[in-house]
């Protein structure tokens, strides 16, 4: 990886101030319920991750260092067992204009179940099967704020290819797709190849809207099958040029909450729109008890049908969120998406409790059910696990 640009734009002399530290340390246990598919496979794995996060500002808080390393230790995957700089940049902030150099996470997006228009960060699919997980992505950025919109505007010199759990890993193809062997781009320059975004946003009259565009290599890869140098059968990612415009909403009013994510996408092989709407009512401070609860229904659609290249291409999701509002800070969420034509279904638990000031406990899991054998992730019919995280915040 190169980071000769990061890192000399962060050798900034400042004044002697304190360095704020902060970071999470976190042991992890993810059990799944059925046997492997694979022999090479495992019904168990433990792993452990550290964050730490520096932060230092000078110039009367106008300009700031983030560097943000992130570390995974998997006992079994050597794929999951991975090293990143999830963030470190140099940032200025001025009255109506920031801007900053490096390598940082943006995000995009309103929706529960999936972000379409969230485009600038690498998924980092080795992490949790998601997506919200983001490899740091290397930019130069700039924001003009002003009374007709926010307007940013992105510079990204250098590509991220997505990472795969590997042979021994779970929630992973059959065949596997071997980042051991070079992937494939549709440009020549690669992962050189320089891409282009910008995002307006603005609030009108109680509705946040943003308008996006991307253009560059695409972050979601098509998988081409394709032999390994042992003559084994596996996939390569491919990854595209693309142009996207995006749009996302909410709106909030009373109890409701309304939210949409919608792209336009073209590629040399393909152009398809894509969009997920959805609704959340909160029913507050039930019986005078400081609970929360909220349901959420959001549609998912996509025009590519069978041949998208995610599970959600005509899917309902219904949601419940839980939120006692105790000292704890316990939270709860369970979801189920839907598929309308074959009722496929995929669940999702997250809870979460603070055990101290500075330790919590959060258990996440998936099951996929009613997975026929024509669906294109039958591969995960067996890979319904629970996922138990004891986290430690310094």
């Not at 520096?54 to 230790?73: C, E, G, I, V």
């Amino acid at each position: 990886m190169k980071y000769n640009i990061i890192i000399s734009l962060c050798l900034i002399s400042t004044t002697a101030q304190a360095l704020e530290v902060r970071g999470t340390t976190e042991i992890e246990y993810r059990y799944f319920f059925e046997p492997p598919l694979v022999p090479t496979q495992h019904n168990s794995y433990t792993s452990a991750v550290i964050n730490p996060e520096f932060y230092h500002d000078w110039d009367d808080n106008h300009q700031s260092l983030t560097f943000a390393p992130f570390y995974r230790w998997d006992q079994h995957d050597s794929n999951r067992s991975h090293a990143d700089l999830r963030e470190f940049y140099w940032l200025y902030v001025g009255e109506r204009f920031e801007m900053s150099a490096g390598i940082r996470k943006i995000f995009w997006g309103t929706v529960e179940s999936q972000h379409l228009v969230d485009v600038i960060n690498q998924t980092d699919l080795v992490e949790y099967p998601d997506g919200e997980d983001k490899l740091g992505q290397p930019m130069i950025a700039s924001t003009i704020l002003s009374d007709w919109g926010d307007v940013e505007l992105y510079l990204l010199p250098y590509f991220r290819e997505r990472t795969f759990p590997g042979e021994e890993g779970r929630l992973r193809t059959i065949p596997r797709v071997d980042t051991n062997e070079p992937a494939l781009y549709e440009d020549s320059k690669r992962e050189k190849h320089i891409d282009i975004a910008l995002r307006w946003s603005k609030m009108l009259s109680g509705w946040d809207i943003g308008l996006s565009y991307f253009n560059g290599t695409n972050r979601e890869p098509r998988l081409v099958p394709a032999l390994n140098s042992a003559n084994e059968p596996i996939l390569l990612p491919y990854y595209e040029l693309m142009y996207q415009f995006g749009i996302d909403i909410q709106g909030v009013n009373d109890a409701w909450l309304w939210k949409l994510e919608a792209i336009k996408r073209d590629t040399h092989e393909i152009d398809f729109f894509a969009y997920t709407v959805g609704i959340e009512y909160t029913f507050y401070n039930i019986n005078e008890s400081r609970v929360n609860f909220g349901v959420v229904s959001e549609y998912l659609y996509d025009d590519r049908g069978s041949n998208a290249s995610t599970p959600f291409n005509d899917d309902v999701m219904l949601g419940a969120r839980l939120t006692p509002n105790d000292e704890h800070g316990t939270e709860f969420l369970l979801s189920v998406i839907i598929d309308r034509q074959s009722y496929a279904r995929i669940y999702s638990l997250e809870t979460s409790r603070r055990l101290t000031n500075h330790l919590k406990l959060k258990v996440e899991g998936i099951l996929f059910s009613n997975f026929s054998v024509n669906d294109p992730f039958y591969y995960l019919r067996q890979d319904d696990f629970i996922q138990i995280g004891l986290i430690y915040f310094f």
